[in-house]
């Protein structure tokens, strides 16, 4: 199938395409790399009467900024430009990681970071990263602009905080410290497919067993990514072991909701989350726990 | 698929029990959703949703198939067709009320849910958790705009003339006006409300213009899989 009718908008500036969505507000998409909105239309699940490209805008945009104890990465990065940044890999080296779990190399040369959080795919690696790194949304409309917490952006299944008004301008993640270790992990049918379960792990370990700092989002096991502060607790409480991660695995169980389809069922997503806290640990900080 | 909600009112179970009379007013309490007029037995209503770019114009019609007086049963029957040409659904929905004490009325909805056309290909995971939230939207809505007022059914009534029909929850510029309220409602009539405003505020408080029956989820991240 082939699209519906629309019209296309290349604006030039960030004033000028916030204009156009305030004119048109829910009858307007914004296309970035087009690799979450495509297929939509391609399908006419979306039709946008009217389709506002932010490809002609230059300036912060376009760029990966390292400002301070802060990483940006602008609305037109795409994957690829990620994974290649070594600013990137010093300042936050999860996110490379990621994004090798996404898609094909094609789709990555396009597709942008984020478009990916703005589309807020229940199943997509990166909302969970934003949650876990607690990364901040820059959003700016005719209105003015506003920062919203990652925790405050992700309201449901494909739905944001974004107003249709509103062009996420930037991602900002918070430089990470150098003893963080990170790992992610998912159960996919097909490489670079939608996973149907995915954790995600930053630690920071201490002396012996002891952890200083961990964070814990899962995706795809639930309507909306989450962030799991109790499993976090208990294991900076406890330290790593076999008890602590038992009990870590409780309260993620306890926390998700998933969904059963004819992938897998809520029973297989729930054991298989648990596992790949184990192994995102173990992973991530390169020793079984004692 | 089949949906269970639940939710309880403040009311009596004989004052909820009269809303299924009073759908014009009901309906519009359910976020996107909005009442058309009636033909006979048959309640016309339409639902806008919009999840992500995918912004969906359910018209259809409600009706009755069975109103069981005597233990506080309906069932209806819904069919709505997407103007797009995304789809098309059908519901039969069952409702029981019961009375958790004089003032309070538990209500349980059950609903088999069939979908069609391209929706019902990736319709999935997500329609239980839209479908609370929807329940969520409408049990508040139902509460500050409809049982609220009729609390005060004594009070003085504020005029209702000319109310427009209520606006679309997904057109971005409905914002309420900061004097709207919801309408007092005068003994013995029936008075059209305007709950836009009302719907408008608590649903962009909420989840912004999404707001849904149906659904895209997680087989559309399956779809775009299928694209690679």
């Known amino acids: 199938m082939k699209p519906a009718r629309f019209a296309y908008h290349a604006p030039e500036t960030i004033e000028a395409c916030t204009q156009l969505l305030a004119e048109h507000g829910d009858d307007a998409a914004v296309i970035a790399g087009g690799q979450s909105l495509l297929p939509l239309m391609r399908f006419r699940l979306a039709q946008p009467a009217h389709v506002v490209s932010i490809r002609n805008i230059e300036g912060p945009l376009s760029r990966i900024e390292r400002s301070g104890l802060s990483l940006f990465i602008g609305a037109r990065v795409t994957y690829s430009a990620v994974q290649r940044s070594d600013e990137v890999r010093t300042a936050c080296p999860g996110l490379p990681q990621a994004i090798a779990l996404i898609a094909t190399p094609a789709v990555r040369s396009r597709g942008t970071v984020c478009g990916n959080l703005c589309q807020a795919d229940p199943a997509s690696e990166l909302p969970a990263v934003a949650l876990m790194m607690e990364a901040k949304f820059h959003l700016q409309s005719t209105g003015g602009k506003r920062v919203l917490a990652a925790a405050d952006f992700f309201l449901g299944p494909y739905m944001t905080a974004r107003r249709s008004d509103e062009l996420l301008t930037a991602v900002e993640f918070p430089v990470r410290p150098a003893e963080e270790r990170f790992a992610i992990l998912e159960i996919t049918r097909l490489r670079g497919g939608f996973p149907l379960a995915g954790l995600a792990v930053a630690a920071t370990p201490g002396p012996s067993q002891a952890l200083h700092g961990v964070a814990v989002a899962c995706f795809g096991v639930n309507p909306v990514q989450l962030r799991l502060p109790v499993a976090e607790r208990i294991l900076v409480q406890q330290g790593y072991s076999a008890s602590s991660l038992a009990a870590a695995g409780e309260a993620l169980d306890a926390a998700i909701e998933p969904h059963s389809d004819h992938f897998a069922s809520d029973n297989y997503r729930r054991s298989v989350t648990k596992t790949l806290l184990g192994r995102a640990l173990a992973q991530a900080l390169g020793a079984q726990p004692a | ?228």
């Open chain 2, 1 to 228: 698929m089949k949906l269970t909600n639940r939710f309880v009112v403040d009311a009596s179970r004989e004052q909820v029990w009269a809303l299924f009379d009073e759908l014009d007013r009901v309906v519009p309490c359910m976020p996107g959703a909005s009442y058309l007029g009636c033909e006979g037995q048959e309640h016309r209503v339409a639902m806008k949703v919009k999840i992500g770019a995918i912004l969906s114009d359910f018209q259809g019609t409600v009706s009755f198939v069975e109103k069981d007086e005597a233990d506080r049963v309906t069932v209806m029957r819904g069919m709505a067709k997407d103007t797009g040409g995304k789809g098309s659904a059908a519901a039969l929905i069952e409702t029981r009320l019961s009375a958790l004490s004089p003032h309070q009325t538990q209500v349980d909805v059950s609903t088999d849910l069939n979908m069609a056309g391209r929706l019902a290909q990736f319709g999935g995971p997500i329609v239980a958790d839209i479908a609370q939230r929807l329940v969520q939207q409408f049990t508040a809505n139902l509460h500050e705009a409809v049982l609220a007022p009729q609390a005060q059914a004594h009070a003085a009534a504020e005029p209702s003339a000319a109310q427009a029909p209520v606006p679309e929850a997904a057109t971005a510029a409905a914002t309420p006006a900061p004097s709207a309220t919801p309408l007092g409602r005068a003994c013995a009539e029936t008075q059209p409300l305007d709950l836009g405003a009302v719907v408008g505020q608590s649903l962009w408080k909420l989840v912004g213009p999404y707001a849904l029956v149906l659904v895209v989820g997680f087989a559309m991240g399956w779809l775009t899989a299928r694209l690679w």
